[in-house]
């Protein structure tokens, strides 16, 4: 291979070693290699001959690329995927060194990729992707990406990039609306909900999907696939009059199942003929939930479950799905970077559903500004720490004997998780994976 490429593996590699001990860094041997030699991405992946798939879209791209890689992976495919979180290309590249061979090129059947809706098209333009999964279109971190409609064209640009196969959310306008969009010969397929639950459909949903404007997606064909659910974490993923299912997930909530019908339909593209259900079925029941996303750990034999918020319609989904039963709640704004500097969102929110039993402990650097947005809704808030890790002992040791609820912005679920492990002996827990 090109000396330059032999360099920037070396030099990448390195860089994580380094990154490792100082405890940090995700992409920072990506930046390195990058650096080094600014083609390494495309030769890296110039021997991936099963498919290239990027996944995007503003909600579900972490949930819904782990349950494909695991589908994938059940059908007896190599695949490679970027598992830290890091949704950037430099992020890609950190993932993929411990990976690289003498060869510097991947040893693997398809790569599966969660890329940030902006970082997509800076992949795209190294890469062309064979297919695209595109998930939804809502207004998130308005600070970077202004409006949903440039958040769309960014979707777009990407699907215009594919060179193979497209897979759309048929109940988001902004999504459906590319497939008129795509090149000659690229091949569309839908996902979204049965037409049988789509009246039983709760408000929150429709103010994400946005159900009710002028665009009708085409009739769905046996290759689409449709939600159907059965309760709050079994459902049926239907393909015309075939059913894959009935599936019961980890992770409860409709979006959760939502993204399962996407990575479904997916594989199904895929994998083509060796698509096989039951095997799909008992992938999809095995996957944990990611990051922050429905995690549940017992502490002193009670249950903390940790939700990521970070947008109106993923917390509205999370209210939604985690307070049908009233527990002792925990609530961490901050507003970095990774966060999104702009939490005006929260007035998008309805928090009323926390009126009956009220919320415990805010935290964070936004946390007097989250009691006063809660204190609109008339939801009482009993204490105010801004400080992540005395409040969170606080709360545990004040709830010790219930359990308990954590709704966290991205960086503040970074800190909580890691004193999680601190405190409690959560062997790998502090990490995100």
Not at 275 to 303: C, S, W
Not at 366 to 379: C, F, G, K
Not at 395 to 407: G, I, N, S, T
Request: charged share 20%.
């Amino acid at each position: 291979m090109p000396l330059r490429n032999t360099i920037a593996v070396v030099a990448g590699k390195a860089a994580r070693v380094g990154a490792r001990v100082r405890g940090g860094g995700s992409a920072l041997p990506g930046l390195v290699a990058e650096t080094v030699d600014p083609g390494f991405l495309a030769r890296a992946l110039s021997e991936v001959r099963g498919g290239i798939v990027v996944v995007t879209g503003t909600n579900g791209k972490t949930t819904t690329t782990k349950m494909l890689v695991a589908l994938l992976r059940a059908h007896g495919k190599r695949v490679f995927t970027n598992p830290t979180g890091s949704n950037f290309t430099r992020g890609v590249i950190s993932s993929m060194l411990p990976e690289l061979g003498r060869s510097g090129r991947l040893d693997t059947d398809m790569a599966v990729l969660e890329l940030d809706e902006a970082h997509a098209l800076r992949f795209a333009a190294a890469v062309a992707p064979t297919h695209a999964l595109l998930l939804n279109v809502a207004r998130d971190q308005l600070d970077r990406f202004a409006e949903i409609d440039h958040t769309a064209a960014l979707l777009e640009q990407l699907a215009g990039c594919t060179t193979s196969g497209v897979v759309l959310n048929r109940d988001d306008s902004f999504v459906a609306r590319i497939a008129a969009t795509l090149r000659l010969g690229v091949t569309v397929r839908w996902f979204g909900v049965h037409a049988a639950i789509a009246d039983r459909l709760p408000e929150l949903l429709e103010q994400d999907v946005r159900f009710g404007d002028d665009f009708t997606a085409p009739p769905a064909t046996a290759d689409d696939g449709l939600l159907r659910p059965v309760d709050d974490r079994a459902f049926d993923v239907v393909f015309g009059d075939d059913p894959v299912g009935p599936v019961t997930l980890r992770q409860r909530g409709l979006a959760a199942m939502i993204n399962a019908t996407a990575a479904t339909t997916t594989a199904r593209l895929l994998l083509g003929g060796a698509f096989d259900p039951a095997t799909a079925v008992t992938a999809l029941a095995a996957v944990n939930p990611p990051f922050g996303r429905g995690e549940t750990v017992m502490i002193d034999g009670q249950p903390l479950e940790l939700v990521l918020v970070k947008n109106p319609a993923g917390f509205t989904v999370a209210l939604g799905t985690y307070t049908s039963t009233p527990v002792a709640t925990m609530i961490a704004i901050n507003d970095n970077d990774a966060d999104g500097r702009d939490v005006s969102w929260l007035y998008d929110v309805d928090f009323s559903s926390l009126r009956a039993r009220g919320v415990a402990w805010t935290s964070g650097v936004r946390a007097w500004d989250m009691a006063l947005r809660l204190e609109y809704d008339d939801v009482a808030v009993e204490q105010v720490e801004p400080d992540l890790t005395r409040a969170l002992d606080a709360f545990v040791a004040a709830y010790h004997d219930e359990p308990k609820r954590l709704f966290c912005t991205y960086t503040a679920m970074m800190a909580l998780r890691r004193t999680l492990a601190a405190r409690h002996g959560l062997a790998g827990f502090g990490e995100e994976g």
